[in-house]
């Protein structure tokens, strides 16, 4: 591949030697050849914990006021991560949620490769310090990694890199999805793969092995933090080698065996890493088909390209909600009108080199992708088709959310950026004139911290570890109340014992119908008559025919304890239901009501 130069093109690998950098630095020069990539990342690193901020401050009793709940459910799978590396067993399927039955991990966020590496953080700190810790590496991370590889492969100056890589990072898209879906987020090994993948010149075939056995390492932990991001990465990484490819023949031809030795190994090698799990999600026991997202929802709005989000600084809820997404969470576009205008120029002055022409490419297409199955247009649905309703139904893709390609685009369109500041500076555009152009675009973008709100800590029933002179092994504790079929309350309190106790239900992906994907376990009659009376207020009469029936529910769960959390509705009503179920009163436990079932 190739980029711009000043006088006609060069070569996509590390950046020519800079005659000045040749000669011998001084003491300051070398201090900040080095400091100024620390730099760089300590801005990354500093913003994202100030968009996080919020969370830091109290990570046991703070929320993401946008989706609490995920955030639950996100801490759960970390603590999974405890679990793994506790006991080494499959981690891909699991009875500690839809007990006894159990669950199909590679069908459901399970962020294994996170979740054990962040094990010992969860030991010593708890779920809620890895959840926080692991949304702020997500986007530092991604950012780093892109800095680090835009230098390398961009041969772009460092403030250049260091522009284009935080887009990457720090992209609206990617603060909205950081609201509790940080396995689409934690994209810090994108870069490497992307780079693995795209050969800088011919090489040998032995580096070609080394350089693709290491991509399938690369592939495979992607894949155990998330396969919906890994798809992403392999449909932007194939348009973006097809698009050079078509545009650069010649080229393509001297770099094919390299790039097709590297692809290869890094396939075999995944495939061989991946199989398991990659069987389990599409052949094992509880897998699923097709999605009970609503995928005609979950597009991009056309105009939101244009717009401010909730989360930027010239933004906000109301006037992101002027440019339709299915929820705040999926603002994947709203660049602004400014960064918009500023990659038009970018595009149109940079047009005769191939990579920023492949890269303008691959980003509109990946911009029209996130449109979904029909275009809409500032919240107006057209009714005209868009190009996602092709591929709905085709496996792997039908449980993608098609909004979220739209970070590819955002990719794309950091490393045109990084070309552009580059190729601008190198040109002799003015600083004044640089700097301003820049700060049009970039500031109203600028994140600002995500909002937060208080819940309570996990009671001490369950971190103290007094649940397991009640549950016994193989056995399971029954939250209530259990208010829909993915209420995450008791995958919370779960999450406080390192994912050790388990439970009868469970905010799952679980197959119906056939193998249909459906999310959430239904409840039981006892279950959703103690919702209704958490909900209502009204005690029902309990009958010898209604108390027989909750018994056989909890006996088929083996429930060995029923854990009622006092902080929510009417839990006086709730308390004597469950007193007349289980013909005993029940006693306040570290933080919560227990009754002993006595039998299962």
């Not at 003015?430 to 800590?457: F, S």
Request: charged content about 15%.
């Amino acid at each position: 591949m190739a980029v711009a130069g000043g006088d006609g093109v060069r070569e996509l690998v590390a950046p020519p030697p800079d005659p000045a950098a040749e000669r011998a630095p001084t003491g300051t020069g070398r201090l900040w050849r080095v400091g100024r990539h620390v730099l760089v990342l300590g801005c990354y690193l500093a913003l994202a914990v100030w968009v996080t901020s919020g969370l830091w401050a109290s990570p046991d009793t703070r929320a993401l006021t946008v989706d609490p709940v995920d955030q639950s459910f996100m801490e759960w799978a970390l603590a999974y991560g405890v679990h793994v590396v506790r006991h080494l067993g499959d981690p891909f399927y699991t009875t500690l949620v839809n007990a006894p039955v159990g669950a199909n991990m590679m069908a459901n966020t399970s962020m294994l490769f996170p979740g054990v590496v962040l094990a010992p953080v969860t030991l010593l700190f708890g779920p809620a310090v890895s959840f926080v810790l692991l949304e702020t590496l997500a986007l530092a991370g991604t950012a780093a990694a892109w800095y680090l590889v835009f230098r390398r492969r961009l041969g772009v100056s460092w403030g250049a890199a260091a522009l284009g890589a935080g887009l990457c990072g720090f992209a609206p898209g990617m603060v909205a999805l950081s609201n509790t879906h940080v396995h689409i987020t934690a994209l810090f090994l994108a870069p490497f793969i992307v780079s693995l993948v795209l050969p800088g010149d011919v090489e040998g075939w032995r580096r070609s092995v080394g350089r693709g056995a290491l991509l399938g390492v690369l592939l495979t932990l992607q894949g155990l933090t998330g396969m919906e991001s890994l798809l992403s990465i392999a449909l932007g990484t194939g348009t973006f080698v097809l698009v050079y490819a078509l545009l650069d023949v010649p080229r393509a031809r001297r770099l094919a065996r390299t790039f097709l030795v590297r692809a290869g190994t890094g396939l075999v090698v995944s495939v061989v890493l991946l199989g398991y799990p990659l069987w389990m999600m599409v052949a094992g026991p509880g897998h699923t088909t097709g999605t009970p997202w609503v995928i005609s929802a979950s597009g991009t709005d056309v105009g939101s390209w244009l717009w401010y989000g909730s989360f930027a600084l010239a933004g906000g809820p109301e006037r992101a909600s002027l440019a339709y997404a299915v929820n705040p969470i999926e603002e994947t576009g709203f660049l602004g009108i400014g960064l918009a205008a500023l990659l038009l120029v970018l595009a149109v002055r940079l047009w005769r080199d191939r990579t920023a022409r492949a890269l303008v490419l691959t980003g509109l297409v990946f911009v029209v992708l996130s449109f979904g199955t029909e275009i809409v247009v500032f919240g107006v649905r057209t009714g005209i088709p868009a190009p996602w309703a092709l591929l709905a139904k085709v496996p792997l893709l039908e449980q993608a959310l098609p909004d979220r390609v739209a970070l590819v685009a955002v990719t794309a369109f950091g490393a045109l950026l990084a070309l552009g500041v580059d190729h601008a500076r190198r040109t002799g555009v003015r600083r004044p004139v640089r700097y301003g152009v820049l700060a049009l675009a970039l500031v109203p973008i600028l994140p600002v911290p995500l909002p937060t709100q208080y819940r309570d800590p996990i009671p001490t029933f369950f971190t103290a570890g007094t649940w397991r002179a009640y549950v016994r092994p193989g056995h399971t504790m029954l939250p209530v109340p259990m208010l829909r079929s993915v209420d995450r309350r008791g995958q919370r309190w779960s999450s406080g014992t390192g994912d050790e106790i388990a439970m009868p239900g469970g905010a799952i992906m679980i197959p119906v119908d056939g193998g249909q994907a459906n999310w959430g376990v239904p409840r039981s009659d006892l279950t959703r008559m103690l919702a209704r009376v958490s909900t209502t207020g009204r005690k029902p009469p309990i009958t010898a025919a209604a108390r027989a029936n909750s018994r056989r529910d909890l006996v088929a769960a083996r429930t060995d304890v029923v854990v009622l959390d006092p902080h929510t509705g009417h839990t006086a009503a709730v308390r004597a239901t469950i007193d007349a179920v289980l013909g005993h009163p029940g006693r306040y436990v570290g933080g919560v009501w227990v009754w002993r079932t006595g039998l299962a």
